[in-house]
């Protein structure tokens, strides 16, 4: 392996390593709830309109995923394969854009989704990205006065998703432009976070879905649109920096975990840590989390964050077609499909806490079926750190 210089000014506060804070992050299991269900028509769980009533305002009725990203003042919400309601004329499991200035995520998410002339949601697409079934967008920045998004796309018989393309928006979000392809190895499914020098984005990437490792690389913000300014981690030297090379067959696993879908990650001030949330797991997914004092690790072992049997989540807003629902939970042609929790997108500028103490954070989780979207919390606490 070639170890590589830092390029820019951007990378050099990324080997800079603070003291490490003798502490560790517990989940308070006791507080683990769904504050809402935000896409569809009908709450499930309540039999109430949704905040959003999707299906009358914007002609959709399902969805899945939720990265998010501040841009210009909002917050923006990347789903995944959605379906139209009946009478709106798209092709099956395009996806979309939702733009957000709510700020208070007790009262549930109000989104502004993308619409075309017709009053339906905008698909979003990309040039040599298929737009089909898993070819969806995973996360996003803001660079540049620009939104870019990484998407995946080129499913086969044997892998949802072979291929990850960064694409640029000028124009809100209403259109995109492709800039490269950029994995077809670690970095298929992509999250984006910008990191805390205000210059860098880090990319954290898995690859053949459900069943990789977490992989980190760095991109000066200033050169998004420049695939050669890329580095990706490739493990620590003897003093514990970072060491960075231009090729992808030396990036480092993170985890020591190969069974990760999508992911998040965000720095949480209050925990002085980063956070990563990812759903693990098959036939049915548990939601885990980890933290790390820096973004390379090392990462703590994982925790259970949110499980469907444990946490209220079967019979309550996810249907368990082999137990009694109290309401009826399943979409109409799926009974005898589980529900299944995966894509836990943090949102990060909603965390919340008392520093050194504990932080609530707010994440959008996909349920399968109901095939929608929910707004979840949790509560995560500091302890001391046990030797």
């Known amino acids: 392996m070639q170890r590589i210089p830092l390029m820019s000014l951007a990378f050099a506060a990324l080997v800079a390593l603070p003291d490490q804070a003798q502490t560790q992050v517990t989940v308070d299991h006791t507080a683990t709830a769904k504050i809402c ?9 309540t039999g109430q309109p949704t905040v959003n009533a999707t299906e009358r305002k914007f002609r959709f009725w399902g969805t899945d995923l939720g990265a998010s990203f501040e841009h210009d003042g909002k917050t923006v919400y990347l789903f995944g394969d959605t379906h139209a309601a009946p009478g709106l004329e798209r092709k099956r499991d395009r996806d979309m854009v939702a733009l957000s200035t709510d700020t208070n995520p007790e009262d549930c998410l109000k989104l502004d989704v993308v619409t075309d002339a017709d009053g339906g949601y905008r698909p979003l697409s990309v040039a040599g990205v298929d737009g089909g079934e898993f070819s969806v967008p995973t996360g996003g920045f803001s660079a540049n006065g620009a939104m870019y998004v990484v998407a995946t796309t080129d499913k086969t018989a044997t892998s949802p998703m072979g291929r990850s393309v960064l694409a640029k928006s000028s124009n809100g979000g209403r259109d995109f432009q492709p800039q490269y392809d950029l994995s077809t190895n670690h970095f298929i499914t992509v999250a984006p976070v910008p990191a805390n020098d205000g210059k860098t984005i880090l990319l954290f990437g898995s690859g053949t879905y459900r069943t990789s490792d977490v992989h980190l690389a760095v991109l000066p913000q200033d050169r998004a649109d420049d695939l050669t300014t890329l580095r990706y981690f490739a ?3 003897a003093n514990g920096a970072p060491k960075w090379s231009d090729k992808e067959a030396d990036s480092a696993p993170l985890l020591n975990q190969s069974c990760v879908g999508e992911l998040s990650v965000a720095w949480n001030a209050d925990l002085n840590k980063w956070v990563m949330l990812y759903n693990c797991g098959a036939p049915k997914s548990q939601i885990l989390v980890r933290t790390a004092d820096q973004a390379w690790g090392p990462w703590s072992a994982p925790q259970v964050l949110f499980d469907a049997s444990a946490d209220k989540g079967f ?13 009826p939970l399943s979409d109409p042609h799926s009974p005898q499909t589980a ?5 836990p997108y943090m949102i990060a500028k909603f965390a919340r806490g008392v520093a050194g103490s504990h932080s609530d954070i707010y994440f959008l989780m996909s349920t399968w079926n109901p095939y929608n979207v929910v707004l979840m919390k949790a509560r995560l606490q500091v302890e001391p750190l046990v030797s």
Request: include cysteine; charge should be negative.
């Open 37 to 45: 269900q935000v896409t569809g028509e009908v709450d499930r769980s």
């Open 235 to 237: 493990g620590t030297d």
């Open 315 to 327: 019979r309550q807003f996810m249907h368990d077609p082999d137990g009694a629902c109290p309401k």
């Open 339 to 343: 529900g299944d929790p995966y894509a």
